[in-house]
């Protein structure tokens, strides 16, 4: 049985067959509206999200599956004291695959040693974020035709954004790769990811905090919100939120064929009059997550249309 905890579980052979796969739901999606007939997915949400659990729920009924689940701890048994591991052990009982997002980083992957039934992981603490990185692939593949030799701009909160921890550990794998790594002092990107995986791969980087000194040279932006829910105290938070903003001034600096990437939510880092410019990828990607969760999905089950 095959689960999805970290982007790294899925060889790049997997991870471009999901993708194609994905391309072929989008290009003929009546041949998929009955794979998943009978089939249920449960959404184990213990930390807010709308796109991910959504995408996933509408993911399920685009196959022609079920859901089930809940949307937050505090109506779930959690409430009352209920481990992880039980929970799932249960829920693997009423569903056949489990998406769960955890505040405690590792919570899904201890889910997958109770589990009888393939668990994904919908995102943990500040660590992993597997199936947005799919989402983020899926869309540099549609707006770039390409996943290597790309100039990567990743900028705003890299300590505690599990979207970009995930993003870079699956981008290390493609030829060409070389990241500009934008945040405040305080948010860089962790040791581990930075020595781990960016410098064990000889990956051409540079961490610097002008997002205009480097703009011009970017093919990909990829914009994340300061992640209020994993700072220690306010006043960090305040003080670091609007660090970066990007609006149609700064992106007057950039090249006419850049496509930003924004896992969403956004809260001030994208002036709204963006979304207007053509290189605004984001209300794109979030579709894509509905598409490539849709092939994960059936990978995970060993379904075919
Ligand atoms: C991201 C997450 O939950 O990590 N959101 C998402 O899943 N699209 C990014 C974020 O919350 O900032």
Known sequence: MKHLIDPMDLSIE????ILNLAQDIIDNKEKYSEVCKGKKLATLFFEPSTRTRLSFEAAMMELGGNVLGFSSA?????????SVGDTVKVVSCYADIIAMRHFKEGAPMLATMKSDVPIINAGDGGHNHPTQTLTDLL??????GRLDHLVIGLCGDLMFGRTVHSLIKALSRYEGIEFVLISPDELKIPDYIRTEVIEKNNIPYREIT???DVIGELDILYMTRVQRERFFNEADYIRLKDSYILDNSKLALAKSDLSILHPLPRVNEIAVEVDDDPRACYFRQALNGKFVRMALIMTLLGLEA
């Not at 869309?139 to 770039?144: L, S």
Request: hydrophobic share 20%.
């Open 14 to 17: 997997e991870l471009d067959n």
């Open 74 to 82: 505090s109506s779930s048994s959690s409430a009352k004291g209920e």
């Open 139 to 144: 869309t540099i593949k549609r707006e770039k």
């Open 210 to 212: 002008s997002m205009e």
